[in-house]
């Protein structure tokens, strides 16, 4: 059963393949030209909802699993921002670099060097049986000063609840093992084994 992750972000597509290494998954991009997808809903789940079902269409595909991640990281001392926005949240067309840039800075100037903060990931799939999607969380904490380099995104300021280093100095087994992502995964695995026993 052919999997196709809608996805352009290379550190999640190295995730996921990681995640479900037994299996054949393919990111869209491999398939076909990649294109741009408006993700105008309010939640982690309908963006992730639109993602998955526009890959579904342009696919062409109606045998394929199109999975979909929408993620983001919310800090307490920012409201839960950035939340949905987390990818724009320097402005369209920013680096995770930017991104991470901007997210010390908010921390700092609300007059804090760290806060409480969690990771979302909602996991939509889409196939001709039909959509759903799971989620998973990772709690923790940012820190205003970024440390190592694995991981993408957010991860260097990003410390599990439970350790005292970043998701930037853990090693990325680790990281594969408590992650919103790899949370999310486990529950949309027991999905699409229903998928492929259901087409027998
Ligand atoms: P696609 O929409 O193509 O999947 P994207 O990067 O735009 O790629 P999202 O809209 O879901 O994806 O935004 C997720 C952002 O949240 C991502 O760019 C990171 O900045 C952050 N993020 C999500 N999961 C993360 C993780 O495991 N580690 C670090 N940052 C993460």
């Given at each position: 059963?052919?999997?196709?992750?809608?996805?352009?972000?290379?550190?999640?597509?190295?995730?996921?393949?990681?995640?479900?290494?037994?299996?054949?998954?393919?990111?869209?991009?491999?398939?076909?030209?990649?294109?741009?997808?408006?993700?105008?809903?309010?939640?982690f789940?309908?963006n992730?909802?639109?993602?998955?079902?526009?890959?579904?269409?342009?696919?062409?595909?109606?045998?394929?699993?199109?999975?979909?991640?929408d993620s983001g990281i919310s800090?307490?001392?920012?409201?839960?921002?950035p939340g949905i926005y987390s990818a724009?949240y320097?402005?369209?067309?920013?680096?995770?670099?930017?991104?991470?840039?901007?997210?010390?800075?908010?921390?700092?100037?609300?007059?804090?060097?760290?806060?409480?903060?969690?990771y979302t990931a909602?996991?939509?799939?889409?196939?001709?049986?039909?959509?759903?999607?799971?989620?998973?969380?990772?709690?923790?904490?940012?820190?205003?000063?970024?440390?190592?380099?694995?991981?993408?995104g957010y991860?260097?300021?990003?410390?599990?609840?439970?350790?005292?280093?970043?998701?930037?100095?853990?090693?990325?087994?680790?990281?594969?093992?408590?992650?919103h992502?790899?949370?999310?995964?486990?529950?949309?695995?027991?999905?699409?084994?229903?998928?492929?026993?259901?087409?027998?």
């Open positions: 059963m052919k999997i196709v992750l809608a996805t352009s972000n290379k550190g999640k597509v190295r995730e996921i393949k990681e995640l479900l290494h037994d299996r054949e998954v393919f990111a869209y991009t491999d398939l076909m030209e990649g294109f741009e997808i408006v993700e105008d809903g309010d939640t789940k309908e992730a909802l639109i993602k998955a079902r526009a890959v579904y269409r342009a696919l062409g595909d109606e045998n394929a699993v199109v999975i979909a991640d800090v307490d001392v920012l409201d839960g921002a724009r320097a402005g369209e067309g920013c680096s995770d670099k930017d991104n991470l840039n901007k997210l010390t800075e908010a921390v700092e100037s609300a007059g804090f060097e760290s806060s409480p903060a969690h909602a996991i939509a799939i889409v196939s001709k049986e039909g959509e759903s999607c799971v989620h998973g969380w990772m709690h923790g904490e940012v820190s205003v000063v970024p440390r190592g380099e694995n991981g993408f991860d260097p300021v990003f410390t599990p609840k439970g350790y005292t280093q970043t998701l930037g100095e853990l090693d990325r087994e680790l990281k594969a093992e408590i992650s992502r790899s949370k999310g995964l486990h529950l949309a695995k027991i999905l699409i084994d229903q998928i492929k026993t259901q087409r027998g």
